[in-house]
């Protein structure tokens, strides 16, 4: 994407060639389209459903609006081998397509165009197309070439005062060798707005977003079952661990049993950070060999149909907690347990906040929770959605930590140098909430129980 947008951006600077060709050519597939795996994307939310989230947002379009949503392109590894690929989350939040060279055109009215009078247009490569030609994929869109997409444009942005765009964002490129940032997405939006008098280019997710933040019955068991299959995978790596085990061994423990059960991908990276590196919120590297007496802190969440998980554990490496490890663990528990108990329809999330420090700070580790205790998690593991105040439907996370550094002079030695975060996923409804990682053990007893097995 970098690169297709790098010589986009090129040829407007310099103005050779045909800037209408160089403009499109950053919604062109960059490559034929692989086969469509649409039966795997889907094989969790029907097609009425997909079509019923088109109808939504499509009637926030008025007649001088087009939305587009385009695919994410594969990203390269290294050298010719690519990344597993992964959709723009919108467009699979839209279609279920799981493939790249896809592009989605809603308009507020009907277009007739290549002999088809419509206001939903799919443009796919060749073997994209005959698969949804064959699938009972998308009815409600008029199926076209994806190299008829700079007509089509011409045709639905003649007059239109509002084009809703939504692909991988490149907000710029590094130019390292000239020490500047290249801010590429501004200037391909300046130039759309140029060939195309009085329209202006907005982002889609204000359309998109608001649909996302609260889950359908479909979409809250995909997320059950990207739990189940993580919360599996912590047992298996609750059974690995002992001292002198390397984080990436939990890690394979844990990623093994989610393959095992269908997940095609994990969420976001594995965190499997011991000792120091339990003190990491973010950590990923994951190939120390862990001591006795050491937390591990566990963050993971498995992917399933684009849905993840995120549920974290932390337990010690040995099997058993220490005095002080049971302290922190215990603090953190009750604050977690508290805040868990405030999620209802109305609650604000810096409620959840407010309370989750209030218990760490009765106990004495307060200053020790450093970061916001919840968001979102769906198509994206801090999914879309309003941080205002919960709703039935959406599910959030809550996950209070203590995080103690080495360098601590307020606490006791043995407090020091680890940290200690509990995050469960959590369904708001109408009356309440359910804890939908309740399943994976939380409780001391159980955690030393499961690791004795």
Known sequence: ?????????????????????????????????????????????????FAARRASVEGSL?????????????????ADVEYR?????????????????????????????????????????????????????LRDAALLDADRLPDLLQAVLKGARTLYLSMPDVRFV?????????????????????????????????????????????EIDLIRKAIAATGDGIVKAMHASGPGVFEYELQGALEGE???????????????GSGPNSLILHYSLNRRKMEAGEIVVMDVGAEMD????????????GGTFSDEQRAVYE??????????????????????????????????????????????IGLDTHDVGSLDTLR??????????????????????GYRGWGIRIEDDVLVTDSGHVVLSSRVPKEIDEIERTMRK
């Open 85 to 137: 690929y992964r959709q723009e989350s919108n467009l699979l939040y839209l279609t279920g397509i799981n493939e790249p060279g896809v592009t989605l055109v809603l308009t507020g009215r009907k277009v007739a165009f290549d002999g088809a009078t419509s206001s939903r247009f799919l443009l796919a490569g060749r073997d994209a197309k005959a698969s949804l030609a064959r699938s009972q994929a």
């Open 392 to 413: 039935a439907g959406m599910v959030v996370t809550i996950e209070p930590g203590a995080y103690i550094p080495a360098s601590d002079t307020v606490l006791a030695q």
């Open 62 to 78: 008025d007649s001088g609006s087009v939305a587009i949503f385009r695919a994410a392109d594969m990203k390269m590894r290294s």
């Open 258 to 272: 989610m393959i095992r059960q269908g997940a095609a991908n994990v969420g976001f990276p594995s965190i499997i």
């Open 174 to 218: 590094n130019d390292w060798l000239n020490n500047r940032p290249l801010f590429l997405d501004r200037d391909v939006r300046k130039e759309v707005e140029r060939r195309f008098e009085g329209l202006k280019v907005k982002s889609a997710s204000p359309l998109v977003s608001p649909l996302r933040e609260r889950k359908s019955a479909a």
């Open 331 to 376: 603090a953190v528990l009750e604050a977690q347990k508290k805040a868990i108990a405030a999620v209802r329809p109305g609650t604000a999330f810096k409620e959840l906040d407010k309370v989750a420090k209030a218990a760490l700070t009765r106990k004495g580790f307060g200053k020790y929770l450093t970061h916001g205790i919840s968001h979102h």
């Open 306 to 317: 684009g849905y993840s998980a995120d549920v974290t554990r932390s337990f010690p490496v």
């Open 1 to 49: 994407m970098k690169c297709l947008v790098f010589g986009l951006w090129r040829s407007l600077r310099r103005g050779g060639g045909s800037r209408a060709a160089a403009l499109m050519a950053l919604l062109l597939p960059v490559s034929a389209a692989l086969v469509l795996s649409v039966a795997a994307a889907r094989a969790g939310v029907e097609e009425r459903e």
